[in-house]
């Protein structure tokens, strides 16, 4: 069992940054990929990036150029870098926790993102 706590989303305007943290409550290992999938209102969940142990990442292409995903092993918590910000990044961010062997995923509570003037 991994929990996931997600933190610092929040109110910004067009253009600004934020940045995401995700805590889980273990040590990700090799087995593990961590992500940031996000909710808009009326919408389908969507991937936003991923970043393996070994620190690949992967980004929706949405975001390619403006987020970026990072990870600190020490502390196992990844965050998401989130600049120039659209009106059309509003949503729900969760964070999620896979074992790729067994295929289980740990979800976080999500964090809210609100992108407006």
């Known amino acids: 069992q991994v929990q996931v706590v997600e933190s610092g989303g929040g109110l910004v305007q067009p253009g600004g940054s934020l940045r995401l943290s995700c805590a889980a409550s273990?040590?990700?290992?090799?087995?593990?990929?961590m992500g940031w999938h996000r909710q808009a209102p009326g919408k389908q969940r969507e991937l936003v990036a991923t970043i393996t142990s070994g620190g690949t990442t992967n980004y929706a292409d949405s975001v390619k150029g403006r987020f970026t995903m990072s990870m600190d092993n020490a502390r196992n918590t990844v965050y998401l870098q989130m600049n120039s910000l659209k009106v059309e990044d509003t949503a729900v961010y969760y964070c999620?926790?896979?074992?790729?062997?067994?295929?289980?995923?740990?979800w976080g509570q999500g964090t809210q993102v609100t992108v407006s003037s």
């Open positions: 999620n926790v896979r074992n790729i062997l067994n295929k289980t995923s740990y």
């Open positions: 273990r040590s990700i290992s090799s087995i593990y990929i």
